[in-house]
């Protein structure tokens, strides 16, 4: 028989219990609410007037010079900074019902003006202006403001998409030579989160995530530097139709091909030119056109794809559909491969020359990858032996190697096999520079996609469409999980 008090002791007890579980990092040290606010949050003034520079678009504006005003009043002593300053960009609508939780879960443990919902403030008002307003403050003697900017990490809550946006804004530091750039962790919110799994943040967001979200500001402040390349892509294409690119493309005036290599058929008259960066992968072929296809099926009928789950079931389904595990014998076997229309140029390991790489008759989609991490965390280049890659005169592959591995997928069932990491992906080459040339022939477009992004790429007959991509000369900075 229990004494009186007894149940209420237990379960006070085993709340306490609970409550300490939660409260504690992977290594048992209890993390503390209010000493991890202290820990990340600005001082108030320059909160606000980071706030005010981005919603005004002027550094220079009455309401950012009062706040620095009243904050130095009578030689008044500013509060110290903090010891690990932090900003966080939320994709709200990544993670179904998780986005807009986290954005509230995250106002419990920092200040709202330090949380940048995408949907409001884009990353790059906040290079603008934000950290210009911190540039600003320091030059003017404030030590707080120039602690932050020194110091400050920023934190991306989305998918592998959203993480690039930032960097990508982030990398426009590096040409205003306004350093350091700031490194970037990540909390894992997409579908894939191939970049989060690369630098060891997870492939999900955990079920536990009310205890873990402060586990993770904790080791985005306190962890160690990485560094990724990025990879700049040149399209250059005969003009004349117009090109449904996505975010990861912009146009651009007239770019040069490496002149390196020159072209050995003859260039039209005008030519259209497209450029963007990757962080993961470039493809072309068979996948993108499934990922083409799925992507606007998606778009028209939003309710049939909920979450990571049913997105990859319809996926998987698309697939089947569209001739990648069964093309239709009234298919001409003859164009199924890329070697129909596809010529590749590759500057190797440790060679500066181009040279012309064959393309495998079976390949019916080519992969060039950066990330040792792809499709939700599969490793399709394969962890290599010594010897095969010094017989085929490959380095072990690193996301910050400066080199691109190009690989090809057979059709649906070799993907499959090879996404489950029974089997390596066809190894293609490994290189620092890649030049990709396509002529139309029988085929009218090709389908293309960049980091999950899938376009389709009208084809000439007469002239070719030409993709270089190559290394951007700074590496994104970021913060290494566990």
Request: charged share 20%.
């Amino acid at each position: 028989m229990d004494l009186p008090g007894t149940q209420t002791q237990v379960a006070s007890a085993r709340s306490s219990v609970i409550d300490s579980i939660r409260g504690c990092t992977m290594a048992g040290v209890r993390i503390p609410k209010e000493e991890l606010r202290k820990k990340i949050t600005f001082p108030e003034y320059i909160r606000l007037a980071v706030r005010e520079a981005i919603q005004t678009k002027d550094v220079e504006s009455p309401a950012v010079s009062g706040l620095y005003d009243a904050a130095h009043a009578g030689g008044a002593e500013p509060p110290e900074p903090p010891e690990f300053p932090l900003v966080v960009f939320i994709n709200s609508k990544s993670g179904g019902r998780h986005g807009p939780e986290l954005k509230a879960r995250l106002k419990e443990l920092m200040a709202d003006e330090q949380i940048f919902d995408l949907s409001v403030v884009k990353p790059h008002e906040f290079v603008q202006y934000g950290l210009h307003c911190l540039e600003k403050f320091a030059s003017l003697g404030d030590d707080s403001a120039a602690t932050i900017r020194e110091k400050l990490r920023i934190v991306v809550a989305g998918g592998d998409g959203t993480v690039g946006w930032v960097l990508g804004c982030l990398g426009e530091l590096n040409k205003q030579d306004r350093l350091p750039v700031p490194p970037t962790g990540i909390i894992p919110l997409g579908t894939g989160n191939d970049l989060s799994r690369s630098f060891n943040w997870g492939g999900s967001f955990p079920f536990n995530w009310k205890s873990a979200i402060k586990r993770t500001l904790d080791k985005i402040a306190n962890g160690p530097i990485g560094h990724l390349d990025s990879w700049q892509v040149l399209i250059s294409m005969p003009a004349g139709k117009d090109l449904d690119i996505p975010y990861s493309l912009k146009p651009t005036k007239e770019t040069p091909l490496d002149q390196e290599l020159q072209v050995e058929e003859e260039l039209p008259g005008m030519v259209s030119c497209y450029q963007g960066v990757f962080y993961n992968y470039f493809s072309l072929g068979m996948d993108a056109q499934v990922a083409y296809g799925f992507h606007h099926l998606r778009n028209e009928r939003p309710y049939l794809a909920q979450g990571p789950i049913s997105n990859k079931l319809i996926y998987s389904g698309y697939s089947c559909k569209q001739g990648w595990f069964f093309t239709p014998c009234s298919s001409d076997p003859g164009l199924r491969g890329l070697k129909n229309i596809l010529r590749i140029y590759v500057k190797k390991v440790n060679c500066s020359q181009w040279e012309q790489i064959s393309v495998p008759s079976s390949v019916r989609s080519v992969v060039v990858l950066n990330l040792p991490s792809y499709g939700s965390g599969r490793n399709p280049w394969g962890n290599l032996k010594p010897e095969y890659l010094e017989k085929r005169g490959f380095v072990e592959a690193h996301a910050d190697d400066g080199l691109l591995e190009v690989f090809g997928l057979k059709h649906g069932w070799h993907a499959s096999m090879v996404m489950v990491e029974l089997i390596s992906a066809k190894h293609i080459a490994q290189a620092s520079a890649i030049r990709f040339e396509l002529r139309g022939g029988e085929w009218t477009e090709a389908y293309m996609q960049i980091d999950g992004e899938p376009w389709k790429q009208p084809m000439n007959k007469e002239y070719s469409t030409f993709v270089e991509m190559k290394r951007v000369l700074h590496q994104s900075v970021m913060v290494k999980g566990e």
